[in-house]
């Protein structure tokens, strides 16, 4: 399975993660932390970009407003994640948005002091084009997945994915929090449609669903429905 979530997780968690003790000690002194509420924006599409976020605590996501008007949401960012740095390397504007999902503990550091560690840190300018490679990849994988699956295994894709990303890095499961809304742009679908959906798979007895967060119940069972292997 690991293979299967590094082809659908930007990494972007790991940017700093080669980094030695006089390094880190730059970064460190880079930083600014901030606090943002939930529900706010770290940033819009077409603003421009003032430097990089890595986010300490809580999630974050990303989307752009497609053509009839909606708003696709095509990653989640959690714990540890960078995120921010593709326009400013382009020197470009935003191409899409990001919005708080909860309370967020971040780390920003400004674009000068962006600029600056790269130039002092040659391993991060390294890990940093090889991160953005790795997200091309992970893009690609995205829109076949959108484009070639139905709506179902759409659903139960994501689902593992968002339970791998959610509570990786704790210690007791809180399942898949999102409204219904995200998840069905998430999966390109409707509200209604994505209800029938969990329905199924609530009958299969694959997942359990408290009021909004959905809990896999069955993951074995789930991953031979999409014939996935462990």
């Not at 939930?38 to 990089?52: N, W």
Request: contains cysteine; aromatic residues 12%.
């Amino acid at each position: 399975m690991k293979d299967f979530f590094i082809q659908f997780d930007f990494q972007s968690n790991l940017l700093f993660s080669e980094l030695n003790d006089t390094d880190s000690q730059l970064v460190d002194a880079a930083v600014e932390p901030w606090f943002v509420k939930r529900g706010s924006f770290l940033f819009f599409e077409h603003s421009i970009p003032t430097g990089i976020f890595q986010i300490k605590k809580g999630r974050v996501k990303k989307f752009k407003k497609g053509f009839n008007g909606d708003n696709q949401i095509f990653y989640i960012y959690t714990s540890g994640d960078v995120l921010g740095y593709h326009a400013l390397l382009g020197d470009e504007r935003y191409q899409d948005s990001c919005q708080a999902l909860d309370d967020l503990e971040l780390n920003f550091i400004s674009e000068k002091n962006f600029r600056m560690l790269l130039n002092k840190i040659p391993v991060l300018k390294e890990a940093l084009l090889k991160n953005i490679s790795h997200e091309f990849g992970v893009l690609a994988n995205t829109i076949a997945l959108l484009a070639q699956k139905d709506q179902n295994a759409r659903l139960g894709i994501f689902l593992v994915l968002l339970d791998f990303k959610f509570n990786r890095q704790k210690i007791q499961n809180k399942g898949i929090d999102l409204t219904r809304d995200d998840l069905a742009n998430i999966i390109g679908t409707s509200r209604e449609s994505l209800g029938r959906s969990l329905k199924v798979f609530k009958d299969n007895g694959w997942i359990r669903i408290d009021k909004r967060i959905i809990y896999i119940k069955n993951k074995t069972a789930l991953l031979e429905f999409l014939s996935f292997k462990s």
